[in-house]
């Protein structure tokens, strides 16, 4: 397999970007239909995951510790953190263990070993286009008007995209050789939820914290859409790269972080994929 053509196993062949997308079509939808293959609820289970996480934390969070009193936007603020942070979860778990549960097909044909780790992040992309379904729900319960702001906010989902399929592309490499892998990547997105600012504002957070979070794609993502859509008199919700960043870059690191783990994962995957059909 190490002298198979690397073009044959990495990019599209003679059908080009058209082949590419076909392709991706197909196996997202097949994997999203299996993924609730014999289920009662089907799914509807893709909503009621992230929206019982949400009412879980609202309750706690937002009554108990009574975050819900900084703002009456707290419910929505908290709900479209989760559903963000779901399908980054999603995807990359997904992902990581896409080559390896597509085994026969890396053995037996010779095709676009991208297009796997891809799809997978595809299906999860079909499943937060159904959770933002709630997000539209609540944002017409609050009565908010859409902005011309709005339009920007495919531009922050894109990049929330390109970063996430970029982790993804990497813990997929990854995971052929290492099997463990999966309980550590298990482990590292619980402390990636209570690290970034979803259930808290990050105006609670030190400047010098303030810094570090935003150093994370999601976060900025994150604080971004919190920004366009919702407009409270909290300025909590309103804090953005360009305020926490603003001596080193603002917004244009966190975006050129998201390119580079995206860059990197996929040279990181083109390099390994020869090799695949043999470690899997």
Same mark, same amino acid.
């Not at 009662?40 to 996480?53: A, C």
């Not at 550590?184 to 209570?194: H, P, S």
């Not at 010098?208 to 909290?234: C, E, H, M, S």
């Given at each position: 397999?190490?002298? +198979? ?9 003679? !059908? $080009? ?11 997202? $939808? ?11 609820? !089907? ?13 879980? #934390? ?10 819900? @009193? ?24 997904? $992902? ?32 937060? $286009?159904?959770?933002?379904? +709630? ?23 894109? &990049? ?5 399929? !970029?982790?993804?592309?990497? #813990?997929?490499? #990854? ?6 892998? /999966?309980?550590?990547? &298990? ?15 990050? !105006? ?16 900025? +993502?994150?604080? @971004?859409?919190?920004?366009? +859509?919702?407009?409270? @008199? ?8 360009? &305020?926490?960043?603003? /001596?080193? /870059? /603002? ?14 994962? #996929? ?10 059909? &043999?470690?899997?």
């Amino acid at each position: 397999m190490a002298t +198979v053509s690397k073009r044959l196993l990495f990019e599209p062949t003679a !059908g $080009g970007i058209r082949y590419y997308v076909r392709a991706l079509r197909v196996i997202a $939808g097949a994997e999203f239909k299996l993924k609730y293959a014999g289920s009662v609820l !089907g799914y509807v289970w893709s909503i009621l995951k992230p929206l019982l996480l949400f009412l879980m #934390l609202y309750a706690v969070f937002g009554r108990v510790f009574k975050l819900g @009193d900084i703002s009456p936007y707290y419910p929505l603020s908290l709900l479209i953190g989760i559903v963000l942070f779901y399908f980054f979860q999603d995807a990359t778990t997904l $992902g990581m263990y896409s080559l390896v549960a597509r085994e026969s097909l890396l053995r037996k044909l010779s095709f676009p070993r991208l297009i796997i780790p891809t799809a997978a992040t595809v299906t999860a992309a079909i499943t937060f $286009g159904a959770n933002c379904t +709630v997000i539209a729900a609540l944002v017409a319960w609050k009565g908010l008007v859409p902005q011309l702001d709005w339009l920007l906010l495919p531009l922050l989902l894109l &990049e929330l995209y390109i970063f996430t399929l !970029g982790i993804a592309l990497i #813990l997929a490499t #990854l995971f052929v050789r290492l099997r463990d892998l /999966g309980q550590l990547w &298990e482990l590292a997105t619980q402390l990636f939820f209570y690290a970034s600012p979803i259930v808290y504002p990050v !105006g609670y957070l030190p400047p010098w914290g303030r810094k570090i979070v935003f150093l994370n794609p999601f976060t900025q +993502v994150l604080q @971004d859409v919190r920004a366009i +859509v919702i407009y409270p @008199d909290a300025p909590q919700y309103k804090i953005t790269a360009s &305020e926490a960043l603003a /001596g080193v /870059g /603002g917004h244009l690191l966190p975006v050129l972080i998201a390119i580079s783990v995206f860059v990197g994962g #996929l040279a990181f995957l083109k390099r390994e994929a020869p090799w695949f059909a &043999e470690r899997v």
